[in-house]
């Protein structure tokens, strides 16, 4: 499908506007829709009735003539108002940013929770449209307006479409429910949770695929595709390295200009970054817009109130970086590439350094008779000495937490 693309450029804009129209660009690939034109306006603020000056509408309603366009594109969220408008004048298909996002969360989803979630941004987004466009329609505009429908019927849509909100709400409590048991679990287990961060296509599951063939985990690998929002689905994977164990979760990307009803239920899909123990920042070290996307994803973390979880930086594809020189000013930072394999096991050093704080330090004396203990000593602790004494076996270790129970009793410090 041809598609249009739209932006109006302002001195409040925070983002780049061709690095904005580029990112919509990929997101209209992702839904479908090639580009075949973009058009831009710099004003003092969007226009009322139709977002764009009235000149530059009649300028696009050219192009959709001469070029056949399905559909135009906006890279802002688009009043109700302006929707009814802006198609009146076209008279073809109209979506906006965050129409589009909608779309490919749902086109993306594939766990309950997610499916739950995304409803319910596309019925609270729509709630307020119900008098221009169809409950349940996949476009805006064009075929999605109801012009004449009646006053009956709108309100009818509307009972439901609240109806369904208050539902979609208690299922995803549930649903919310369930899932921070399973993080409990695992921090009862008293595994460290490491977290994969960064902004979307940045190279996080890549990134983890590779930590996975370097440890030979019994992990399957998770997909990774070169395309925004490759998956919205959270991936879990215990490893293991020198005899640390924790567990890698791989968090969906995050993406500028993200729809407000999607922002809730974006953090909610972030519980595991909340709750982790080091956050890992993969950061495109290729990309001419790395500010702006490093920025975006600290906003998101200092939302999530995760800035005093330990964070290491990690400057990914750092063989075709734009600048060898590159570092995170006083943030520890690896330059990592997951093609060449550089800086893999310093990531993993630096992994195990930081955890390590879920490690205890001890000196046990272990009796020859227990050896189920000294099973799990040789083969969970990091061993500085280990001697054979006449009543047993001694060792100066750093063993994880969960495992200082088995020992605890032979500790020479407490005994």
């Not at 009649?58 to 802006?86: G, H, S, W």
């Not at 909340?274 to 817009?289: C, F, G, W």
């Not at 100066?396 to 020992?407: A, C, S, W």
Request: include cysteine.
């Amino acid at each position: 499908m041809k598609a249009i693309l739209v932006a109006i450029t302002t001195k409040y804009d925070i983002y780049d506007t061709e690095y904005s129209l580029n990112e919509l660009n990929k997101l209209a690939k992702v839904a479908g829709y090639e580009e075949v034109e973009r058009v831009t306006q710099s004003l003092e603020k969007p226009t009322a009735k139709t977002y764009i000056g009235s000149g530059k509408l009649d300028e696009i309603k050219v192009m959709v003539d001469y070029y056949n366009i399905d559909c135009v594109i906006f890279n802002d969220e688009l009043t109700p108002a302006q929707i009814r408008n802006i198609a009146e004048r076209l008279e073809c298909d109209i979506i906006d940013r965050t129409f589009l996002i909608l779309k490919i969360f749902e086109m993306r989803a594939s766990e309950k929770s997610q499916m739950l979630e995304i409803k319910l941004a596309n019925a609270l987004y729509m709630l307020p449209r119900i008098g221009y466009l169809s409950v349940g329609s996949d476009r805006i505009g064009g075929g999605g307006l109801t012009r004449g429908s009646g006053e009956t019927e709108r309100e009818l849509n509307r009972r439901r479409l609240v109806s369904e909100i208050h539902h979609l709400q208690n299922e995803i409590l549930k649903s919310k429910s369930t899932k921070m048991k399973q993080i409990a679990r695992i921090k009862r287990n008293e595994i460290p949770i490491v977290a994969l961060v960064g902004y979307t296509n940045s190279g996080k599951s890549t990134t983890m695929n590779t930590l996975l063939k370097t440890l030979n985990s019994d992990g399957s690998e998770v997909l990774a595709k070169d395309q925004l929002f490759a998956t919205l689905a959270t991936y879990n994977r215990k490893l293991t390295y020198n005899k640390c164990d924790f567990m890698l979760v791989d968090t969906i990307g995050f993406v500028s200009k993200l729809p407000h009803n999607l922002i809730s239920s974006f953090y909610e899909t972030l519980e595991e970054v909340k709750t982790a123990d080091l956050i890992i920042h993969v950061i495109d070290s290729s990309s001419v817009y790395l500010n702006q996307e490093l920025m975006v994803v600290l906003e998101v973390l200092h939302n999530l109130k995760c800035d005093d979880i330990p964070s290491i930086f990690l400057l990914n594809k750092w063989d075709n970086t734009i600048d060898t020189n590159m570092m995170i000013p006083g943030k520890k930072t690896i330059r990592y590439s997951n093609l060449t394999g550089d800086g893999v096991t310093e990531l993993l050093d630096s992994i195990v350094e930081e955890v390590s704080a879920s490690m205890i330090h001890a000196k046990v004396l272990i009796p020859y008779s227990k050896g189920d203990i000294v099973k799990v000593i040789e083969s969970k602790a990091t061993i500085t000495t280990r001697e054979y004494r006449e009543s047993g076996t001694y060792y100066d270790i750093e063993i994880p937490k969960k495992y200082y129970y088995l020992v605890k009793d032979y500790d020479l410090d407490i005994m």
